[in-house]
C-alpha cells in the first residue's frame, strides 16, 4: 500500500513540475495549438457532449430567453440538490428569496433514466477602457453534459420540457417590475446592468379611474385589441407595438393611466429617462434591453431634452496642462449632455430597430402637447392620443367612491353644477374631498371640495375680470399711440407744406 502512495506522489509531481515548465517557458502560440490538439484529443476519448447556453446572445444585443427559462427551472429544481446555493430577493416570485446553483457549482439530474449534469458558470473578461470603477465584463452561462448516446433524447425530449417548465414557472411566479435606467456613467463600472428595477405595486384599476365610463371603456377595448393582435400585426406585416400620447394638465391622472394599463395587461414598466442616456446608440442599447410585454414610458417628453437639435453652445473651457489629465477627461466626458436626437428616438421607436421585441406600448406625457415636434406625435407614430383634462361630474363620482365610499348624496348636485362652472383637475378634487381626521364624515368632506370649489372659482373670476382690465388698458394704450402718430404725421405735413405760423 505504501509503494502505491508513493508512486501516486510521484506521479502528481511530475504533472505539477510538466504543466509549470509548459506554463513558463513554451510560447503562447505553441502553447495554443497543444491546447487545441488536447482539447481535441479529449473530446475523442470522451463519451460526453456538453452544450453551454450563454446568459446573452447576438454579441450581447438580447438576453437569452433560453437561459432565463433554464434559470428559472434550475432555481426550483436545484435547491434540494446543489451543495453550494446562492441567496437573492425575489425580484419575480411571491417569496422573499430564492436560493439557486452559486457559481461553478455542478448538480445531477435524472430524466426517463438518464444521468445529466447541470453546471452554473461565470467567466471574467478584463475591459480596456478607463474607468473609476474599474472592473470586468461579467458573463454567465450553464452548461448541460450527457453520455453522447442520449444526444436524440436531449435535444428533442429534455431540453424542450426544461423550456417549457421554466417558462411556466416563470410565468406562475411573475410579479410586475419598475425598470429605469442607471446614467450612461456606470455601465463601465461597478453597474453591470443599463437597467435597474424594483417590484412594481402601484394600485391604479381602471375601475378607480376618475375619468368618463365611456372614455375608460374605448381605452380598455383598445388595450384588449392589441393584446389578442399578434396574428393581425403579423398579417398586415407590422411591428407589434402601440403608441400613446397622453396629454393634459398636471394633476389630471397621466402617470396612474400608465400604472391601470401596467396592471390591465399585467405588463412590465419602462421609465426611460431620456437625459441619462448619453446618445442615440447607448438609447438603441437601452431599448434592445427591454423585454416584450412591456410598456416603455417617457414622461413629460417636451422637457426630457431639447429634441429639435437647437442645443444652447457653451462657452469653451480655457485650456490647460490639467486638460491631459485622463481623469479630469472622464469627468468632462461625464458632465456633457445628451445627445439624444430627434431622428434618433424616431427610429428606435419607430424604425427597423423598433421590431427587436413584440408586444410592446410606448407611452408619452406632455402637459404641452402644442410645444411637440408634430413628427413626433403623427399617426402611426403615436396611434391614441388621449386627452385627461379637468373633473368633470362622472370622474368626481368615481373619486366620491373610491374616498368616500358613497355612491350619492343630496350635496352631488351642487358639486356638479360648480364642476361646470370651475376647473379643477381631478387631483384637486381627490385631496379636497380626503378624510383629514375620523371626524370627517361624507358630509364634511363633501361640504370642503364645495367650499374650495367656490373659492376656486371666485379666484377664476377674479383672475378673469382682471386680465379684461388689462385687455381694455393695453387697447386704451394702443388707441392713444395710434392717435399719437396721426397728430405726429399730420404736424409733419403742415411743416412741409409751410403752412406753419
Known amino acids: 500500500m505504501g509503494s502505491e502512495w508513493s508512486l501516486l506522489g510521484s506521479f502528481t509531481a511530475t504533472i505539477m513540475i510538466a504543466y509549470t515548465v509548459f506554463d513558463k517557458f513554451i510560447p503562447n502560440h505553441i502553447r495554443s495549438y497543444v491546447q487545441i490538439y488536447a482539447h481535441k484529443l479529449i473530446g475523442f476519448l470522451s463519451p460526453y457532449i ?11 444585443l438580447n438576453h437569452s430567453e433560453l437561459f432565463t427559462a433554464i434559470q428559472t427551472y434550475l432555481v426550483q429544481n436545484s435547491s434540494q440538490r446543489a451543495r453550494k446555493l446562492k441567496a437573492e430577493p425575489a425580484a419575480d416570485s411571491n417569496s422573499p428569496f430564492l436560493l439557486s446553483m452559486d457559481d461553478n457549482e455542478e448538480i445531477t ?5 438518464v444521468k445529466l449534469w447541470w453546471g452554473s458558470h461565470k467567466s471574467m473578461i478584463k475591459t480596456q477602457s478607463f474607468s473609476f470603477y474599474p472592473s470586468a465584463d461579467e458573463k454567465r452561462f450553464y452548461t448541460l453534459t450527457f ?33 429605469t435606467n442607471n446614467s450612461y456613467t456606470g455601465w463601465g463600472g461597478y453597474r453591470k446592468s443599463k437597467w435597474s428595477h424594483l417590484v412594481f405595486e402601484h394600485p391604479a384599476r381602471f375601475e378607480t379611474l376618475a375619468m368618463e365610463k365611456a372614455a375608460k371603456e374605448e381605452i380598455i377595448d ?46 412590465d414598466v419602462y421609465d426611460l429617462e431620456l437625459t441619462a442616456v448619453k446618445d442615440n446608440t447607448q438609447l438603441r442599447s437601452l431599448l434592445i434591453e427591454t423585454t416584450s410585454k412591456s410598456i416603455i414610458v417617457i414622461e413629460d417628453i417636451d422637457c426630457s431634452l431639447d429634441l429639435t437639435g437647437k442645443r444652447v453652445v457653451k462657452k ?33 421607436i419607430d424604425g427597423i430597430w423598433s421590431g427587436c421585441a413584440g408586444e410592446r406600448i410606448i407611452i408619452f406625457t406632455t ?8 413628427a413626433l406625435i403623427r399617426s402611426g407614430r403615436m396611434d391614441k392620443k388621449i386627452e385627461l383634462s379637468y373633473c368633470c361630474y362622472e370622474a368626481f363620482k ?42 370627517d364624515d361624507v358630509e364634511t368632506c363633501l361640504k370642503k371640495l364645495i367650499e374650495s370649489l367656490k373659492k376656486a372659482k371666485k379666484k377664476a373670476e377674479e383672475e378673469e375680470a382682471r386680465l379684461k382690465k388689462e385687455e381694455k ?29
Open 50 to 60: 456538453q452544450i453551454t447556453f450563454p446568459e446573452f446572445s447576438g454579441e450581447r
Open 222 to 267: 383598445d388595450l384588449l385589441t392589441f393584446k389578442n393582435g399578434k396574428e393581425y400585426y403579423d398579417k398586415i406585416g407590422k411591428a407589434w407595438k402601440r403608441g400613446y400620447l397622453l396629454y393634459g394638465p398636471p394633476g389630471t391622472g397621466k402617470s396612474t393611466m400608465i400604472a391601470a394599463m401596467a396592471n390591465f395587461l399585467y405588463y
Open 473 to 501: 388698458e393695453k387697447e386704451k394704450e394702443q388707441e392713444k399711440l395710434a392717435e399719437a402718430k396721426i397728430d405726429e404725421k399730420a404736424g409733419k405735413e403742415v411743416k412741409e407744406n409751410g403752412f406753419v405760423h
Open 147 to 179: 453520455h453522447k448516446r442520449h444526444r436524440d433524447l436531449v435535444s428533442t425530449t429534455y431540453i424542450p420540457h426544461v423550456l417549457e417548465q421554466g417558462k411556466s414557472l416563470k410565468l406562475k411566479n411573475r410579479q410586475l417590475k419598475l425598470f
Open 367 to 374: 402637459n404641452h402637447v402644442d410645444k411637440l415636434d408634430p
Open 109 to 113: 439530474e435524472i430524466f426517463q433514466g
Open 398 to 439: 368615481v373619486l366620491a367612491k373610491n374616498y368616500l365610499d358613497v355612491d350619492y348624496h343630496g350635496l352631488f348636485s351642487v358639486v356638479e353644477g360648480l364642476l361646470k362652472e370651475t376647473k379643477m383637475t381631478p387631483a384637486d378634487v381627490a385631496e379636497n374631498m380626503m378624510p383629514k381626521s375620523k371626524r
Open 316 to 348: 469653451e473651457k480655457e485650456k490647460s496642462e490639467d486638460a491631459k489629465d485622463p481623469v479630469k477627461k472622464v469627468e468632462e466626458e461625464d458632465n456633457k449632455e445628451s445627445k439624444v436626437t430627434l431622428s434618433g428616438l424616431l427610429n428606435c
